[in-house]
C-alpha cells in the first residue's frame, strides 16, 4: 500500500479514530472498571480525558499528519534521532496491548457464536437461556471458564481473528480500515443505547446507576484508582498508543486537527458512559441483594460483560435475538481497533524493504506467538492487561516529553492551529504537557512505592 494513499473524507478519518477508540476497551474493561470503583473512579476518568487524553491525541494526530510516517520515524523528525527509542518504546507497548486485546475479539466471537445457538434452541426447541439458567444458576460461569482457560477453540479463533485482520490490512486505507468502520461504529451506538435502556428499565437498574456515579472519597487516598483511571482514559481514547499517529499519517493535507481529535475524544467517552448504563444497572437488577451485586462489581471480574449481558436479555422479550445483535457489535468493535493496531505494526516495517507477501506473513507469525499465551491463560491475561496499562502512561509521558522539547507554543501554532478553525488556548496545552510529564513521572513513582515490601 502507498503511503500517499489518504482517506475519502474527514468522516473517513473520525470514524477511524472512532473506530480506533471504541471498541472492547469500552464495553468490556470500562465496566468493569467503573463497577469495581464507582464514582470515584468516573471522576478521574472524565478528568484526565481533558489534561491527559485531549493533549496527547492533539500532539498525536499532529505528528502523524506532519511527518506521515511510523511512529519510530515520525519521532525521529520531531524530536531527533537520539530520541527515536521512544517511538520504539510506544510501539513495543501497543503491540504489547495487541496481543491480549485481540483475545477479547476471540471471546466475543465465541459469545456471539453461543448466542447464535441459544437463539436456535428458542426457536426451534423452545428453550431458551433462562429456563437454562433454572436448571444450572452457574451455567454462564461455567461457559466462561471454559472460553478463558486453557481452550483450544479460544485459540484457534485468535488465530483465525488475526489472519482476517491482516487480509483487510493488506486491502488499504479506503477499502479496508475506512470501510469497515462506516458500518462498525453507528451500529454499535445504536445498540448500546438499546441495551442501556433495557438495563435501567429492570427492577432495582436504577441503583447501578446510583453506584456507578456515587463518589467514595477514601478511594482517592489509593494510587491504584489513579492509574486505573489515567490508563483506561489513555487505552479508551488511544491515547499514547501511538494510533493516532498512524491513522493521520493518512490524512488530507488540510485536516482539521482540533476537531477532529474532539469528536473522537468525546464519542470514545460517550460509548463508554452508554457501556456502564447498560452493565452496571443490569447487575443491580439481576443480583439476590444489593450487597451480592456490589460484591460482584469489586470483584473486577474480567467477565462481567460475558456473563452479565446474556442474563439480562433473556429476562426480556425478544432477548435472544437482542443477545446475538450485541455480542455481533461487540465482535465489529473489538475488530475495529485492532485493526489500527495491525496497521501500526505495518507502517513500522514497511521501511525494511520487504515485499508485501512477507510483511503480511510476519505480521500474522509475530501475533499468532505473541498473543498464544493471553488467548490459552486468563491469569496470562489479566497480567498483561495490568502491566500493558501501565505501559501506556510511560508511552504518553514519551510523547508529552518529544512535543515539549520541540516547544509546546511553536508546536501548537505549526501542527495543531494550521488547519485548525477551532483553536484551543496556548496557555492550555502548554499546561496539560508539563502536568502530564510531572503527574506520570509521579504515579509511577507512586505506584511502585506502594507495589514493593519486604515480605511481598
Given amino acids: ?20 477508540a471504541i471498541g472492547a476497551g469500552n464495553l468490556w474493561r470500562f465496566p468493569r472498571l467503573a463497577g469495581q470503583y464507582g464514582g470515584s473512579f468516573i471522576a478521574l476518568w472524565i478528568l484526565f480525558l481533558f489534561v491527559w487524553s485531549i493533549p496527547l491525541l492533539l500532539a498525536e494526530f499532529s505528528i502523524g499528519k506532519k511527518f506521515k510516517k511510523g ?17 520504539f518504546f510506544i510501539t513495543i507497548c501497543t503491540l504489547g496491548i495487541a496481543f491480549y486485546y485481540s483475545v477479547v475479539t476471540a471471546w466475543s466471537i465465541e459469545y456471539l457464536g453461543a448466542s447464535i445457538a441459544n437463539l436456535y434452541e428458542s426457536l426451534v426447541n423452545d428453550v431458551s437461556l433462562l ?10 460461569e ?8 486453557e481452550s483450544w477453540l479460544t485459540v484457534s479463533i485468535y488465530i483465525a481473528v488475526v489472519i482476517v485482520g491482516v487480509m483487510v490490512i493488506s486491502r488499504g486505507v479506503r477499502k479496508g480500515l475506512e470501510a469497515a468502520n462506516r458500518i462498525l461504529i453507528p451500529s454499535l451506538f445504536v445498540l448500546l443505547v438499546i441495551v442501556a435502556i433495557a438495563a435501567l428499565s429492570m427492577d432495582n437498574g436504577i441503583k447501578g446507576l446510583d453506584y456507578m456515579f456515587a463518589v467514595r472519597w477514601s478511594d482517592f487516598q489509593n494510587p491504584t484508582i489513579w492509574i486505573e483511571a489515567l490508563s483506561q482514559s489513555a487505552w479508551s481514547t488511544g491515547a499514547g498508543w501511538g494510533l493516532m499517529i498512524t491513522i493521520s499519517s493518512y490524512s488530507r493535507s488540510k485536516e482539521d486537527v482540533t476537531l477532529n ?17 447498560a452493565i452496571l444497572p443490569a447487575v443491580f437488577a439481576l443480583a439476590a441483594s444489593e450487597q451480592e451485586a456490589i460484591s460482584h462489581l469489586q470483584s473486577g471480574s474480567q467477565a462481567l460483560t460475558f456473563t452479565i449481558i446474556p442474563k439480562l436479555f433473556a429476562t426480556i422479550p425478544g432477548g435472544a435475538f437482542m443477545t446475538v445483535l450485541f455480542f455481533l ?4 468493535a473489538a475488530f475495529s481497533s485492532f485493526l489500527p493496531m495491525l496497521e501500526l505494526f505495518k507502517t513500522n516495517i514497511i521501511n525494511l524493504e520487504l515485499s508485501k507477501g512477507v510483511v503480511l506473513g510476519l505480521m500474522v507469525v509475530v501475533f499468532v506467538v505473541f498473543g498464544y499465551p493471553s488467548a490459552y491463560s486468563l491469569d496470562f491475561f489479566t497480567n498483561q492487561d495490568w502491566v500493558w496499562g501501565l505501559g501506556l502512561i510511560v508511552s504518553g509521558l514519551f510523547i508529552a516529553i518529544a512535543t515539549a522539547i520541540y516547544g509546546p507554543i511553536k508546536f501548537k501554532a505549526e501542527l495543531i492551529d494550521q488547519d485548525s478553525d477551532f483553536k484551543l488556548s496556548d496557555k492550555y496545552f502548554q499546561f496539560a504537557l508539563y502536568i502530564n510529564i510531572a503527574m506520570a513521572i509521579f504515579l509511577i513513582y507512586w505506584w511502585m512505592s506502594q507495589g514493593y515490601s519486604s515480605d511481598p
Fill in 71 to 87: 511512529v519510530i520515524g515520525s519521532f525521529g523528525q520531531l524530536a531527533g534521532p537520539k530520541l527515536s527509542w521512544m517511538g
Fill in 261 to 277: 481529535t474532539f469528536i473522537g475524544a468525546f464519542g470514545n467517552n460517550t460509548a463508554s458512559i452508554l457501556a456502564g448504563v
Fill in 1 to 20: 500500500m502507498s503511503k500517499q494513499e489518504e482517506f475519502s473524507s474527514r468522516w473517513g478519518i473520525i470514524l477511524a479514530s472512532l473506530g480506533m
Fill in 329 to 332: 457489535a461487540l465482535t465489529l
Fill in 142 to 149: 461455567s461457559q466462561w471458564d471454559g472460553f478463558a482457560n
Fill in 131 to 140: 429456563d437454562r439458567l433454572a436448571e444450572n444458576p452457574s451455567y454462564l
